[in-house]
């Protein structure tokens, strides 16, 4: 028995049940609309802004919802193993602790470190290396190469974005979380049609869908 559980990769095991779970492109999708609502966080007047906070509040509620309407009546429920929200926490807290210091030791050495308009030019550049670590951290959950793809998109549009001039001080973080924000949308729409061409429903689903739809 120890011999069989030996030549288990367990760790791939759990890699195809991400990818089933997710396969629907909706994490994609909901991470693409959580993007686009910090920009309009961004972009919009401070007694407005709780209204783009609770759509991305709710999120996690919203793809559960969606996920059973959709995605469960097609593959089955898999319930994943949850992450100790205290490492995840702290582990973003170092990240960005450790990016910070990094844009502070770059400002001091070529720049004006007390400029805080030097700070909002390349905090794009600092947002899109942050997120570099989700897309890495969902590739290594599920195996799949398109998040190393939207760590490199990240990482370019960031610099990118940080290295054209605006106007507006706040324009170029803008623009990094709409684009980023419409690359994971259409991504993630693509694998939902797709998903549901591949998934169709099982046939009982299917009746009793559609007697729900005549009443």
């Known amino acids: 028995m120890n011999k069989m559980s030996q030549n288990i990769d367990w760790k791939e095991?759990?890699?195809?049940?991400?990818?089933?779970?997710?396969?629907?492109?909706?994490?994609?999708?909901?991470?693409?609309?959580?993007?686009?609502l910090v920009a309009g966080i961004i972009l919009t007047p401070t007694f407005l802004k709780g209204l783009f906070y609770i759509p991305i509040l709710l999120s996690s509620r919203i793809g559960e919802a969606l996920r059973r309407r959709f995605t469960y009546p097609?593959?089955?429920?898999?319930?994943?193993?949850?992450?100790?929200?205290?490492?995840?926490?702290?582990?973003?807290?170092?990240?960005i602790f450790v990016l910070l210091a990094i844009m502070a030791l770059v400002l001091t050495l070529f720049g004006d470190v007390r400029d805080f308009t030097l700070w909002m030019k390349w905090f794009p550049a600092f947002c899109g290396t942050l997120l570099v670590g989700l897309f890495l951290d969902l590739a290594d959950k599920s195996g799949t190469g398109r998040h190393y793809v939207f760590a490199l998109l990240s990482v370019i549009?960031?610099?990118?974005?940080?290295?054209?001039?605006?106007?507006?001080?706040?324009?170029?973080?803008?623009?990094?979380?709409?684009?980023?924000?419409?690359?994971?949308?259409?991504?993630?729409?693509?694998?939902?049609?797709?998903?549901?061409?591949?998934?169709?429903?099982?046939?009982?689903?299917?009746?009793?869908?559609?007697?729900?739809?005549?009443?």
Request: charged share 20%; net charge negative; hydrophobic share 50%.
């Open 13 to 36: 095991i759990e890699r195809k049940a991400y990818r089933d779970v997710q396969q629907d492109g909706l994490g994609e999708f909901l991470i693409g609309i959580g993007m686009v």
């Open 74 to 95: 097609r593959i089955g429920y898999a319930k994943l193993q949850s992450e100790d929200p205290k490492k995840t926490v702290g582990g973003i807290f170092l990240i």
């Open 157 to 215: 549009s960031g610099f990118s974005f940080s290295l054209i001039p605006f106007n507006e001080m706040m324009m170029g973080l803008t623009m990094y979380f709409l684009s980023m924000g419409a690359v994971m949308i259409i991504t993630g729409f693509v694998l939902f049609l797709w998903f549901l061409h591949k998934n169709p429903l099982p046939a009982e689903e299917l009746q009793l869908e559609e007697a729900i739809d005549a009443n």
